[in-house]
């Protein structure tokens, strides 16, 4: 399995100029290749080969004097960008397709300096390598500082360097891990848990246990607002509507990061006490366009089923998904008798068979175990989730080494 492990940088003046320069490069190339292959499409000709796009947008075109800037970054990083734009059509075509799985994906479109991430990528090619000091060297770019959370397990496959809206610098590299080291190192269990995620609770375990949720951005809203209210007075264009525009960003990303190292805990958590773990496949989407939306989009229950989802796999844990129509709030877990629907105050209710007192979640998060045990057992064999790629910003809390980094 291949993670990805995210470290805060913070480059000087000048390496901050030389990072700027490497993001203009990439996104001019990425949008000379997309504009050379609508080009051919509009006349009806072929798409340009991945070869004959490194040779006209990047070799040709630095002996240009429209393009001459090019030579100033590493040529690496103009080569993954035309990768970028090949996979972002393959995405594409599959998507039309129809062999993708997920959402339909749109047609490549241009970048835009004023997006609100920018990234490189530098593969091993490309000779970066990390300093006995513990700086990252970066070609054309210097040694850049690092803040290091924790160690590098192996020698990273590639390093992506990331300038998020907030205008932080982050290094993302890519690690490849061993599953029977990674299960090794999870103490042996034979615990099961069902989850109910909820509003109230962000969740019910089939235990009993209640965890309370953090509403970060309820909590922060009064600060959001503030902020958001001194943007819209700045006029457009003006330093000072850049300056306020960063705080808006940076407020958000305090918000967005708290609730991201919430949901790691917590799902590092469930994952090292049980064996197996079951939850219900929410329509995230759906419930996002009630009234209930800034809540859900609130609690993050995607992101965090997510989280559950590839940790389960890296540590060789038993995740089963039941399906959202099962009806773990309307059936009593003692008797098994369907009570039928309740409105959402109904927070505790009465079996009318069996005249057992449930609450609502506690209920629910263990019909959610019980019908998870069935579906485990109906193919014969533990659900297991498919193959996960490469989790973007994974952070810390996931009982790794913090020893100082290893290059």
Same mark, same amino acid.
């Given at each position: ?6 470290? %805060? ?14 993001? !203009? ?80 994906? !749109?047609?490549?479109?241009? =970048? ?14 490309? %000779? ?11 070609? =054309?770019?210097?040694?850049? =500082? ?98 306020? %525009? ?42 996002? %366009? ?118």
């Amino acid at each position: 399995m291949q993670l990805r492990y995210s470290f %805060r940088l913070y480059p000087d003046t000048g390496q901050q100029t030389a990072l700027a320069k490497a993001f !203009g490069c990439a996104r001019v190339v990425f949008n000379d290749a997309v504009r050379a292959r609508e080009d051919a499409r509009d006349a009806g000709r072929p798409f340009p080969t991945a070869g004959q796009l490194s040779r006209k947008l990047i070799t040709e075109a630095k002996r240009t004097a429209g393009r001459s800037w090019l030579g100033e970054v590493s040529a690496v990083v103009l080569q993954q960008s035309l990768r970028d734009a090949e996979t972002a059509y393959r995405n594409f075509f599959a998507s039309l397709k129809g062999t993708r799985k997920g959402r339909r994906v !749109g047609a490549p479109r241009f =970048k835009s300096r004023k997006d609100a991430r920018q990234s490189v990528r530098f593969t091993a090619n490309a %000779r970066w390598s990390i300093t006995g000091s513990g700086r990252l060297c970066l070609p =054309k770019i210097g040694a850049v =500082k690092v803040k290091w959370s924790r160690t590098l397990p192996v020698t990273p496959t590639s390093v992506t360097v990331v300038k998020d809206a907030a205008g932080r610098y982050f290094a993302s590299f890519v690690i490849g891990t061993d599953p029977a080291t990674d299960q090794a190192r999870m103490p042996e269990t034979d615990q099961i848990a069902g989850i109910d995620l909820g509003l109230t609770h962000f969740a019910v375990l089939s235990d009993g246990t209640k965890i309370d949720s953090p509403r970060f951005l309820r909590r922060a809203e009064k600060k959001l607002k503030k902020v958001q209210k001194e943007l819209s007075r700045k006029q457009k264009g003006s330093k000072n509507r850049a300056k306020a %525009r960063l705080k808006v960003a940076r407020a958000h990303a305090k918000v967005s990061d708290a609730r991201r190292e919430f949901h790691h805990q917590l799902s590092t958590r469930l994952i090292s006490e049980n064996q197996g773990i079951a939850v219900e496949d929410l329509a995230v989407a759906g419930l996002a %366009r009630t009234k209930l939306a800034k809540s859900v989009h609130d609690a993050g229950w995607a992101s965090f089923l997510s989280m559950l989802e590839y940790k389960a796999e890296r540590y060789g844990r038993t995740l089963v998904k039941i399906g959202r129509f099962e009806p773990t709030s309307q059936t009593c877990s003692t008797c098994g008798v369907k009570d039928g629907p309740k409105p959402l105050n109904v927070r505790e209710w009465t079996c009318s068979a069996c005249g057992t007192v449930h609450d609502r979640d506690h209920n629910a998060a263990i019909n959610v175990k019980t019908a998870a045990g069935l579906a485990a057992s109906a193919c014969g064999a533990p659900v297991r989730p498919g193959a996960i790629p490469a989790q973007r910003e994974e952070t810390g809390s996931h009982g790794l080494p913090t020893e100082p980094c290893a290059a």
